[in-house]
């Protein structure tokens, strides 16, 4: 079943799945695109201001992004997001966390100059085990209407 921007109504909140952060994949992530200290090297990330290694914001986001995909998107009628408004690393993400993504609907509207689709602003968040939220995001979506019997 698709789902299109009618289904999307105010305050409806899309569970996306969990996943388990490794530190071989906070490693690999960081030495490819966020090489900081506290990021690629536990001896190091341990002096460090954070105590221990941590996960790349970008790399949190990124698991988002995978979760967001298969828990809803690829069930939609999604066209593509023209951005973020806001991302917010609350608390750091540690190697053996297990992360849970929701995705809130905060508010749908028709687009004016294209009747077949819409913009979905949503509130987007990852918590932890311990039910900590360490991210969130702020975003708008675009996703096809309904179609209509001719």
């Keep these: 079943m698709t ?58 986001c990124a698991l988002f992004m995978r979760l967001l995909v298969d828990g809803l998107v ?28 929701s995705l809130t609907v905060v508010a749908t509207r028709p687009s004016a100059s294209k009747p077949d689709r819409g913009i979905l602003r949503s509130l987007c968040e990852m918590r932890n085990q311990r039910g900590v939220v360490v991210l969130t995001m702020r975003g708008t979506g675009m996703y096809g209407r309904r179609p209509t019997e001719p």
């Design 74 to 101: 690829r069930d939609t009628a999604g066209m593509g997001s023209p951005g973020m408004d806001e991302i917010r690393w609350l608390e750091p993400v540690r190697p053996g966390d297990t992360l849970v993504a």
């Design 3 to 60: 789902i299109y921007l009618e289904d999307f109504t105010p305050g409806r909140v899309f569970e996306l799945g969990s996943v388990e952060v490794t530190e071989e994949e906070i490693i690999e992530f960081a030495t490819r695109y966020d090489p900081q200290p506290f990021h690629v090297d536990p001896r190091r990330a341990a002096d460090s201001a954070f105590g221990g290694l941590i996960a790349s914001g970008w790399h949190t």
